[in-house]
């Protein structure tokens, strides 16, 4: 079991750099100065391969699953279900402030732009407010609120991991889009986790959009 659990680990160490490498500012630019007119189809391709690439660590963790190492029963397994359905209900709610058409790659490829900048301005959800990432945060529910056998922890740990180096690549390229204003806003609201003495009102929040804007 424990040759499986390192060429688990390997393998969704693989997916994280390949998945990190794709996201960076640096093979952006790359593509887009020496192969332009491949940059419309970049977002589709990424994400193309952010989904496919994570199949076969999906796929070893639960073809090895081996005794259970905690399991949720009686009122737990209640409540257990109920995180999950509750971070299932807030990924589908937030879509809404998000451009699916963007997001997809869609928007690029049809309208042939070729910036390595995403195109979207700054926003903050209502989510935004309380947490930085909050799909993030959103997948930690759905990965921790389930029964655990080795593989599976493994995996947790993995994603968990990669979710926190991940938040700060990502917020290097939001420096970079947004200055001082995501510096701002990165002060005041907490990143993965959310914490009740720390978010924006409504109005705090649009003050931050307003200086982006300008």
Not at 16 to 25: K, T
Not at 159 to 165: C, M, P, R, V, W
């Amino acid at each position: 079991m424990t040759e499986q659990l390192w060429i688990l680990l390997a393998v969704w160490l693989a997916y994280f750099v390949l998945h990190s490498a794709l996201a960076s500012l640096t093979a952006k630019r790359w593509v887009a100065d020496r192969y332009p007119h491949w940059m419309p189809a970049y977002r589709l391709f990424f994400n193309a391969v952010a989904m496919l690439g994570v199949l076969p660590p999906l796929y070893l963790m639960l073809y090895w699953r081996g005794e259970p190492l905690w399991q949720w029963e009686g009122i737990w397994f209640w409540v257990s279900w109920g995180i999950t359905g509750a971070a299932a209900f807030g990924f589908a709610w937030s879509l809404r402030y998000y451009d699916g058409q963007e997001f997809l790659g869609t928007r690029q490829w049809r309208e042939g732009i070729r910036s390595v900048e995403d195109q979207e301005n700054m926003h903050i959800s209502v989510l935004h407010r309380y947490v930085r990432h909050p799909w993030y945060f959103l997948g930690l529910l759905m990965v921790w609120s389930r029964d655990m056998d080795p593989a599976f922890l493994l995996s947790a740990i993995a994603i968990t991991a990669y979710f926190l180096f991940g938040s700060l690549l990502e917020e290097r390229k939001l420096m970079t889009y947004h200055g001082e204003a995501y510096r701002e806003y990165r002060k005041r609201v907490p990143g993965l986790f959310p914490l009740p003495w720390r978010y924006l009102t409504e109005a705090q929040a649009a003050e931050i959009l307003r200086r982006d804007a300008g």
